[in-house]
Each structure stands twice: as C-alpha cells, then as structure tokens.
C-alpha cells in the first residue's frame, strides 16, 4: 500500500498478512522499469569495538537488525571459516568474546541476524587481535616505599615522582588507602598501571601549591596508550586552580579507566576546565567510573569509546555532563545521571541543571540500557535572565542569557 509518493520518495506499508521478523527484498517499479531492490529488515553493521582486543575479552557489533525475532546474531570470520555466537544481543548491539586460540592478526567480521540467507550479509567488519598486558609480569611500586604518606596534608609529589622514575611499561604504580596531595601534575606515562585502592578508600587530591601549577594540566595528564587507572579518586580539591581540569588524558588509545571516581566537587563554579578531557583519543573504555563535576566530561575528535556502568552527578548547576564533539563510535549504556544532592535548592552545589549529553557532529552512536533520576533544573524563585560576559571575535562582548526555571513536579 502506497501512502506517499513523489518525485523523491514514496512511503508504504506491508501488507499485514506477510510473516513477521523476515527480510524482504522490494523492487520498486515505474513505468521504464523496475529498480535495485531495497533490503528491509536486513542486519546492518555499523561500526565494532573496540576495534583490538585480546583473545577471552568481549567486543560489541553495533548497527541495525542485528536482532531479528530473537534469534542470536552471529558473525562469520573468513580467515578462521568459523562461526560466533552472540552471548547477548538487541536489534542495535550484539556482544561476542574472542575465542581461545585465535592469534594475533587482523580478521574480517561478517554479521548475519539469522534471515534472507545469502542476501542477509551486513558490510564486513575488522577486528584486531592482539596480546593483552599481563599486569602480573610487571613490577609493582607502591609510593610509601619512596616517602609518601597518606593523611598527612603534606605535598607527595617528589616521593611520587621518585616511584614514577623507576617505572617501565607494564609496571604499576599503587597508592594505598589514605589521601595523597600532590602540588603538580602527575605523569606515570603510557603503558603503565596507576591503581589505588579502591575509589572509597585511596584519593589523590591537590596540596596548596598546586592553585599556581598552571593552566590546563591537571592531577593526571599523561598518555594513557596501553595503559589503566582504576580503584581510585582523583578530586580537584579546594587548592585545585580554576583553569585545571582534573584529568587530562589526550592522545591516548587503547586505555581503560575502571572504578574511577573523577570530581570536582570541592571547587566551586569558578572552575573554567573540563572536569575528564579524552580528546583525539581511540579504542578506550571507562568503566563503573563516577563522574561528578561542574564542567563536563570531554570526548572531541575521539574514536570508538565505551562508557559502561558509569555514574554521572552533576554539581553547580552544571549545564553538561558529557559533551561529545566529532565522535566517530561512543557506546553509552547500563549508565546513570543524576544531581548530586538536590536536597537544597536554595544552592545549587549539589545540582545539575537537568542535561547529561550534548553532542556536536557525532557519527555511530549507540545509548541504551541507561537511566535518569530527576534530572531537571533546581526551582529558584530569584533566578532569571542575567547579564554574562562571552567573548566574540576576540574580545569581551555582553550578551543576555536566560533561564526558565520549572519545578520537576511541573517538567
């Protein structure tokens, strides 16, 4: 049945008495002929990651039909003339694990949701095998040993520095429980492990002196390429200069950042720098990570990045949690958001301003699995359009900015 039709496009409903969860081929006609026939419901296969990986880890296809009627996607390796199953999948995303005995190499991947036979073939996919780091082969420096003391209040970035020095790729550098303060940048370097231990128990923040340490590097700014940091908190505290961010992780791929508490809840709005910058960054993974910040996590230029079981608390009134810029593959799922403490709403301390996205020229794109509490602006019966300074082409202009605050009850 044709419901529309122009020029341009025509738009049609198949007829009810055609089985369900089935692809079809439709060959459009006029009266010079028929056309190339258009494949509905056929598995489309946009984009995987990561795109490297070790053999037992998992990797995720993402596109369009990859599950039909629910049937178990599969994936169709040339070089090994084998098959694998999905372990979990939904019309947008299919997760397979790489098998034991796979070695390293570069494989074509081909998707398939169970329907239209020869015809139902996604586009082919690449995935890299390669060795994962053995973290236990490597040494392990914990920074008491050189001289820093947890609880103190006193600078550890020398005795940090000197445990640094003495690292090698594959190496871990651990912070026991307590709280470090260090009154400069912290820069382990790629391939190299940084591991408290836990985000409730080992927090890295910033001594007195760091207020002048300088614009834009904050606590870790370091190529993380090949390397991690989990189980710690890294906070921006109340030394912490304005123009800091508070991790700096720029040109890195192939990273991952697990139980990683990143805040900076301890400054006020004054703080001008991201809170979490990616920026140029590829194949990387936060996981079970807590954001909470006044200015947002940063991903521009980035490709194929996972964000899975992270929590996001926005404080000041944060405008933005996450601000996506020319993001070719993000994976956003089984993640939260949410203000910090809306208890006061005299104060906007413990408040986001109600939007955790924002996303600027990005392409394939998978959000699913997540959840929102509440996340609308602080009622504040004071609050309206105000005067703020912007600069344009150069130089200090004014400009009008307004809000229009709702209470939740009313959103």
């Known amino acids: 049945l044709i419901q529309r039709l122009d020029g341009q496009q025509c738009a049609i409903t198949l007829p009810q008495t055609l089985p369900v969860n089935t692809m079809y081929l439709l060959w459009p006609r006029n009266e010079n002929g028929y056309g190339e026939p258009v494949a509905i419901n056929k598995t489309e296969a946009w984009w995987i990651g990561p795109r490297k990986a070790a053999v037992g880890d998992s990797f995720s296809i993402y596109g369009r039909n990859l599950s039909l009627g629910g049937e178990t996607t599969k994936l169709y390796c040339v070089e090994r ?3 694998l199953s999905s372990t979990s999948q939904n019309p947008y995303k299919a997760d397979f694990i790489i098998p034991a005995g796979w070695p390293n190499g570069t494989y074509t991947l081909w998707a398939h949701n169970g329907h239209g036979q020869e015809y139902g073939w996604a586009e082919s996919l690449d995935l890299t095998i390669q060795s994962s780091v053995d973290w236990s082969a490597g040494s392990t420096y914990n920074v008491e040993d050189f001289g820093a003391i947890p609880n103190d209040g006193l600078d550890d970035i020398a005795a940090i520095n000197s445990a640094i020095s003495n690292l090698s790729a594959g190496d871990t550098l651990y912070f026991p429980a307590g709280t470090f303060n260090i009154s400069s940048r912290m820069r382990p370097g790629s391939g190299r492990r940084i591991m408290g231990a836990g985000m409730d128990f080992t927090t890295l923040t910033t001594a007195p002196q760091f207020i002048n340490a300088g614009a834009y ?3 870790l700014d370091q190529n993380l390429s090949g390397g991690e940091l989990r189980d710690i908190t890294i906070s921006a505290g109340r030394y912490q200069n304005p123009n800091q961010r508070t991790i700096t992780i720029d040109g890195s791929s192939g990273f991952l950042l697990e139980n990683v ?10 703080a001008v720098s991201d809170n979490l910058r990616a920026e140029n960054t590829s194949d990387g993974r936060f996981v079970n990570c807590e954001i909470i910040g006044y200015r947002p996590m940063s991903l521009g230029n980035a490709t194929s990045i996972s964000i899975e079981g992270c929590d996001f608390r926005g404080v000041f009134d944060q405008n933005v949690m996450l601000y996506v810029n020319g993001i070719d593959g993000l994976s956003l799922f089984n993640s939260t958001a949410t203000s910090l403490d ?23 794109v998978y959000i699913g699995d997540n959840s929102t509490t509440d996340m609308v602006p602080r009622w504040d019966d004071n609050f309206g359009v105000y005067e703020q300074p912007v600069n ?14 709702q209470p939740a009850k009313q959103l």
């Open 81 to 83: 003339d084998e098959w």
């Open 217 to 219: 590097n904050g606590l």
């Open 261 to 270: 508490r990143v805040t900076q809840k301890d400054i006020s709005t004054t």
């Open 342 to 364: 809306d208890s006061d709403t005299s104060d906007g301390a413990g408040w986001s301003a109600g939007r955790w996205v924002s996303a600027k020229n990005p392409r394939n």
């Open 392 to 405: 344009q082409g150069g130089g200090n202009k004014s400009c009008l900015r307004g809000y229009i605050r």
